[in-house]
């Protein structure tokens, strides 16, 4: 079985896999990060959207051997090592930018991406187009888009974080 | 602060202060770092996955499977199939209850839908378990498929819904459409719908011996013991469910699945541990789904749109081996007074896994057509839509003359409509664009919801050091159970959210009846609150009867509790603190019992029913026929609300439903196979965010003394209603034309259909 | 999924020689290989990861203002490429209606021209599908086919192509650069997808073994930057795939269209340019009888499968209104709903 190395959450990792094993499954199954969650297997719900070497991507659609020598962030991997939130976690806890949770942190990793992706202050209608990626069934849209426009502002330097 | 009573006062007109409060949801920490834990995040020690394999024909017997291939793979470990499997103590097919539905546990070779179980591959990894599932390459004997209204015999269900008759008259529908002035005669269509939660069913199951261990979301935890102590043999106290988050359920993770027993089972067939998980498009089959409709509707009005008739017909269909009747027509007969009302169901079945409550289950697919139809009538006599409902306004519930238990809807329109600018709307459809020349349309709908209640129980305790404890199996989907019950608790045992635990999510607490029917809230919260109030006049007891207490003799007068202190009603300067009364009593804890269920003297008075107006505007491009819902404004009346900000997000949730329902998804079914052709999350269309207009909520105030003593409604389905039939309004309003089979369609609206 | 080889070749040689074996398919992206490989619906026996192999992530101005493309440039990239945006404004247009951010920070331009269709009998193993098992049959024929080809589509198979990127590269004249054991060769887009005739299982023009270097776009294709547009009609507002939708580009000059280049997306096995259409523009001022008229002619061949007829005429309209919008000239900005009919320019073109 090949070997992978990588990086996850700061955190060196060498697994063997199977090629076939999907990054989500090594996430989950092998290295207990189960806040990364699979909603449909076919890369259109966006509940397990990870960053790899930065950039958004849906890891039920991505091959662990693919991984290899790449940082990976996942949700557990936002907060500060004292738990202080990243301003977009704190923006969907304070927005009520979540209700059933399941696709929260792929929606968490994806605004993320969306506002590093954008220095400047996004509209309503660009991020509603930026999130289109991530479905939420509950469904809880409005208030996602009121926590990823106040999100950018502090993780933007233009305002203090919700908390 | 927070207070209780002890007299005889109602607690709706002495509410506390927790209730009330547009706290954030507190699991929200939990849920945006990842640590919420959902059923498929468990791992136990030995864990082995199972993946099942799903028929591909809708109707036939299963041949062969090819056993070796899959036990050849690397890491497979069982194949579970009707020959080989784990003896069952009831038959599957078996069903002594309404709420008991048949499920497919390989009791046989038949196949009786397109994706039903027929076999499981257990193996050391879930990439082993899916590509031995692969290999089995069943073989069918095949049968033609029943898959369309006309493929079946129409017939007349014994009930619909939950033991609802199939058809409800009242006064002569006959003789009054004919005596009408003005008539019209409209069929409708909805397609099957399927929940699609994000989170798929999934479970963890491991047996000690008879003791089972089993991660899983469900919506009514009682009832899966239940069923699974039933199914197995064993007695239900052996069972410990845990459910604490469900990722979405909308009514498919109401009962169990077929496929979560199959996980349990698997679980006994290789004595270890086992994970199932649905792939997506296994979640179109052997979970539920909302069944399609064709519904008719006759309406007589007199000229000035006083309504003589309504007569409401519904065509759905069932599974060919259990009953769901998707009870559509009982939308009418709640909204709107006529002389002569009718309600009716037919059904066929056919080859489908069996249809389940899917949220608003009758409400949202009866009333997409009846908002439609009456639309149609008020265009008809020339009427402004708002003013030809209120003209139609139903003073006492029309299908059965009691009077409402309480009904704000008319401040529902009033409110809604102003905050809409309603009154600036022209009367004839395609009279408005915007700058960009798209078409505009505004239309209306009523959105109504019966405020059901169930059977709950919970426990509360006050410990020693006067903080609580309220124990309730309730289930959290999304709603904000964690929180709402938790105010709830807080304010019957008159503390503060903050010293109160509150335990809910799993079987070996009190059973808090099934979330679902917008009836948790209720339910599970009169329940807590009864409990609350029972620990407290227990504490009280102690105090007033011990000469040493500051409150010695309250006797009649009675007491208050209030931040963690009873103080005496008529003398507040005496009071004293929780944990000063079980101090001196030398008790660690004391504890109170209750349950919530509907008052039955209430319910044989009074209709009871959760009301709300959604108004919307569309705009659409007139050439494409692409649609985008611009605006949707709802003001509901749900009675007292726990927590508004909770409240608010499920409106919103549902009016998207609504948008959902009028526009994107349905279920595409190859007339030839019965299979489900877009069972995936790109084809099988819901919203995305871009599809999300401005929306606005407004939360009409409503109290009702006599739907329970907290004044709850429920919040959770009622959105569905009116914004589905607001936004198809508006289309017409738009268009000019009038579209009557949902979702509506590009070329549907841009007039160049085929 | 099967159990696979995975080989990570370091050279283009080795890349070419490993994917040549018999069952071996190149990963890129992986965006809708492993979704099939999911499915079931591809089984290789070998994966040879493109995604290490050096030089063909480079985005490349050429010296008389051509862009060159490595086949490995992710879409977001090439999308949010300032320079290269500018200058294609419909391609990144059509790059950002497509899929979704997480998609497109995989998917790469190569990937792009390699996607399958999406027709549900073809995602669906047990139904019969002549693209995926030649000779089965086509189940679509018989069965849910609202959304089928409505040009160039034969009796063995109604699948369309579901690409957007593709179609303002058609209309743009862009060249595929591919290599394989022979060396390398160049092919125009407009001829590297083929149409499903007697042989739909044959989707593109390459031999096994042979893979995209590079997509190439003319300098001539730059000089339609003022008046360029991507329109796509979808069934929910983004995230779908396509109706129907057009790539419309003009050369204005003094009030007249010099040149003018149209191609359709969603309607044929391959993006469809329609040469026919370009001819009416020529010469022409730009107004909306002469883009219907060029619309019309779009269609000319078209013709429905069951009772779809209705993609004909909307892709008419979209074809008369991406003329009026590039017309109008391309927005300074992309607006935030790329390609989406709610994104009007101001002063448009309806009513």
Redesign the interface.
């Known amino acids: 079985m090949?070997q992978v190395s990588l990086t996850v959450n700061g955190k060196r990792h060498t697994v063997e896999v199977?090629?076939?094993t999907?990054l989500v499954e090594l996430l989950r199954e092998k290295l207990g990060l189960t806040g990364t969650h699979v909603g449909c297997?076919?890369?259109q719900c966006?509940a397990c959207?990870v960053h790899v070497d930065g950039?958004?991507?849906?890891s039920c659609?991505?091959?662990a051997?693919?991984a290899d020598g790449a940082s990976v962030t996942t949700i557990e991997g936002l907060a500060a090592a004292d738990g202080t939130l990243h301003p977009m976690q704190a923006a969907f806890r304070e927005h009520h930018a979540l209700q059933c949770g399941f696709c929260t942190p792929g929606m968490v990793m994806?605004a993320i991406?969306?506002v590093n992706?954008h220095k400047e202050r996004m509209?309503e209608?660009?991020i509603?187009?930026?999130l289109?990626?991530?479905l939420c069934r509950c469904t809880g849209y409005h208030n996602i888009v009121k926590a990823v426009a106040a999100a950018q502002e502090v993780m933007h330097g233009r305002a203090q974080a919700a908390e | 602060m927070a207070e209780i009573a002890l007299s005889t006062a109602p607690a709706h007109l002495r509410h506390g202060s927790n209730s009330g409060q547009p706290l954030t949801r507190r699991d929200g920490l939990l849920k945006v770092t990842g640590a919420a834990r959902f059923a498929a995040d468990h791992h136990p020690p030995g864990l082995l996955h199972a993946v099942i394999a799903a028929s591909?024909i809708a109707r036939g017997r299963v041949v062969s499977l090819d056993l070796a291939a899959a036990m050849a793979h690397?890491g497979v470990v069982a194949v579970m199939t009707p020959a080989h499997k784990p003896p069952l103590a009831a038959d599957p097919d078996a069903k002594t209850n309404p709420f008991m539905f048949r499920l497919d546990l390989l009791q046989n070779d038949r196949v009786r839908y397109a994706g039903q179980p027929i076999a499981v591959v257990i193996a050391e990894t879930l990439?082993a378990a899916?590509?031995g599932a692969?290999l089995l390459a069943p073989r069918y004997q095949r049968e033609p498929a029943r898959v369309g209204f006309e493929d079946a015999t129409v017939f007349t269900p014994p009930a619909v819904g939950v033991g609802s008759p199939a058809e409800v008259v009242v006064g002569d529908v006959a003789a009054e459409l004919a005596a009408a002035r003005l008539r019209i005669e409209a069929t409708y269509e909805t397609p099957a719908q399927y929940h699609n939660p994000i989170e798929p069913h999934a479970i963890v199951a491991a047996w000690d011996g008879e003791k089972l261990s089993v991660d899983t979301p469900s919506q009514g935890l009682a009832m899966a013991r239940a069923r699974i102590a039933g199914l197995f043999g064993i007695p239900a106290e052996n069972i410990e469910i845990r459910s604490p988050f469900l990722g979405g359920g909308f009514g498919c993770k109401g009962m169990l699945s077929g496929p979560q027993v199959l996980g349990i089972m698997a679980a006994r067939l290789v004595g270890w541990p086992v994970k199932l998980v649905l792939r997506r498009e296994q979640m179109f089959g052997p979970v539920g789904h909302r069944a399609p409709s064709r519904q008719t509707l006759r309406l007589g009005a007199e000229a000035g749109g006083r309504l003589r008739a309504l007569d409401h017909h519904t065509l759905t269909a069932s599974s060919t081996f259990d009953d769901f009747f998707e009870p559509a027509s009982n939308a009418s007969h709640t909204l709107y007074a006529s002389p002569a009302l009718r309600s009716a169901h037919e059904a066929v079945r056919l080859d489908t896994g069996t249809p389940l409550f899917m949220r608003a289950p009758g409400e949202a697919t009866g009333s997409i057509a009846l908002e439609s139809a009456i639309d149609e009538m008020a265009a008809a006599c020339a009427m402004d839509p708002l003013a030809f409902r209120l003209e139609n306004y139903a003073e006492v519930e029309p299908i059965s003359g009691k009077p409402f238990s309480s009904k704000a809807l008319r401040e529902c329109y009033a409110r809604g409509a102003e905050r809409f600018g309603w009154t600036a709307r022209p009367l004839a459809p395609g009279a408005m664009?915007d700058e960009?020349?798209?078409l505009v349309g505004w239309g209306v709908g009523t959105a109504t919801f019966p405020a059901l209640m169930f059977q709950g129980q919970a426990r509360a305790v006050i410990r020693a050091d006067g903080t609580g404890l309220i124990e309730c199996g309730a289930q959290d989907m999304g709603q904000g159970a964690w929180t709402a019950l938790a105010q709830i608790g807080a304010d019957g045992l008159g503390l503060d959210l903050e010293q109160v635990e509150f335990r809910a999510g799993s079987s070996d607490l009190p059973d808090a009846g099934i979330a679902g029917g917008s009836a948790h809230t209720a339910t599970a919260g009169m329940a807590i609150h009864a409990a609350g109030a029972d620990a407290i006049g227990r504490l009280a007891a102690l105090a007033t009867g011990d000469e040493r207490s500051a409150l010695f003799g309250a006797g009649n007068a009675g007491v208050i509790a209030r931040a963690g202190r009873l103080y005496r009603r008529d003398d507040e300067t005496r009071s004293e603190r929780y944990a000063d009364i079980l101090a001196r009593a030398g008790l660690f804890e004391i504890d109170g019992r209750g349950s919530g269920a509907a008052d039955p003297v209430a319910l044989a008075r009074y209709a009871m029913h959760a009301h709300g107006a959604v108004f919307a505007e569309v705009?659409i491009?007139?050439?494409?026929?692409?649609i985008?819902v611009s605006r949707l404004v709802g003001a509901f009346a749900a009675g007292r609300l726990v927590n508004p900000r909770l409240v608010r997000s499920q409106y919103y949730g549902g009016m998207i439903w609504g948008v959902s329902f009028a526009?994107?998804e349905r279920a595409?079914v190859?007339?030839?196979?019965g299979?489900v052709?877009?069972a995936?999350l790109?084809?099988y269309?819901v919203?995305?965010n871009?599809?999300v207009p401005s929306l606005e909520a407004i939360l009409v105030e409503e109290e009702d003394p006599h739907v329970n003593a907290l004044g709850i409604k429920g919040v959770g389905e009622i959105a569905i209603t009116g914004s589905a039939g607001a936004i198809a309004n508006a289309i017409w309003h738009a268009t000019g034309r009038r579209l009557r089979r949902f979702p509506v369609?590009?070329?549907q609206v841009?007039g160049?259909?085929? | 999924?099967?159990?696979?080889?995975?080989v990570r070749p370091a050279s283009l040689a080795e890349a070419i020689a490993a994917g040549a074996a018999p069952g071996a398919a190149f990963?890129a992206g992986?965006?809708n290989l492993?979704?099939l490989?999911?499915?079931?619906i591809a089984r290789p026996s070998r994966?040879v990861?493109l995604?290490r192999l050096p030089g063909l992530g480079a985005i490349e101005r050429g010296p008389e203002g051509g862009v060159r493309i490595g086949a490995l440039v992710r879409n977001?990239d090439l999308a949010?490429d300032p320079d290269f945006a500018q200058r294609f404004p419909a391609v990144a247009e059509a790059l950002l209606s497509g899929?979704?951010?997480?998609?497109r920070?995989?998917a790469t331009v190569g990937g792009n021209l390699m996607q399958r269709t999406?027709c549900?009998?073809f995602?669906?193993p047990?139904?019969a599908c002549n693209k995926r098992d030649a000779g089965a049959g086509c189940?679509a024929r018989?069965?849910?086919r609202r959304l089928a080809a409505v040009l160039g589509a034969s009796e063995q198979c109604i699948a369309t192509h579901a690409s957007d990127f593709c179609v303002p590269l058609a209309a743009l004249d862009a060249v595929v650069e591919i290599a394989g054991a022979a060396g390398t060769r160049e092919v125009a887009l407009e001829d590297f997808h083929l149409l499903p005739g007697a042989t739909p299982e044959r989707e593109s023009v390459l031999a096994p073994g042979e893979l995209i270097l590079a997509v190439r776009l003319p300098a001539a294709a730059a000089a339609f930057a003022r008046h360029a547009r991507y329109l796509k009609?979808?069934?929910?507002?983004?995230?779908?795939?396509a109706?129907v939708s057009a790539a419309a580009a003009l050369r204005i000059e003094a009030g007249a269209i010099v040149e003018g280049r149209i191609a359709l997306g969603g309607v044929a096995a391959k993006p469809w340019r329609a040469r026919g259409a370009e001819a009416v523009l020529s010469g022409q001022k730009p107004e909306r009888a002469l883009f219907r008229r060029a619309a019309e002619a779009a269609l000319a061949e078209a013709r429905?499968v069951g009772?779809?007829?209705?993609k004909i005429?909307?892709a008419r309209?979209?074809v008369a209104?991406a003329l009026a919008l590039a017309a109008a000239g391309t927005p300074a900005r992309l607006p935030?709903?790329?390609a989406s009919?709610?994104a009007?320019v101001?002063g448009?073109?309806?009513?």
């Open positions: 090949p199977e090629t076939r999907l297997d076919t890369s966006g959207v950039t958004s991507v849906k659609t991505f091959l051997v693919q994806s991406d969306l992706s509209s209608a660009e509603r187009h930026g289109e990626g991530n | 591909t690397p990439e899916t590509e692969a664009r960009a020349g798209l705009k491009d007139p050439e494409f026929g692409q985008r526009l994107h595409v190859d007339p030839r196979s299979r052709m877009n995936n790109a084809e269309r919203p995305v871009a599809d369609t590009l070329e841009a160049v259909a085929g | 999924m099967n159990l696979f080889e995975y990963l992986g965006t492993l979704d490989m999911k499915g079931g994966l990861d995604t977001a949010h899929a979704s951010a997480q998609l920070n995989a999406r549900a009998y995602y669906d047990a139904s189940a018989g069965g849910e009609l979808r069934e929910r507002t983004s995230y779908a795939f109706v429905p009772d779809n007829g209705f005429e909307l309209r979209i209104r935030a709903l790329p009919p709610f009007p101001p448009g073109p309806h009513g």
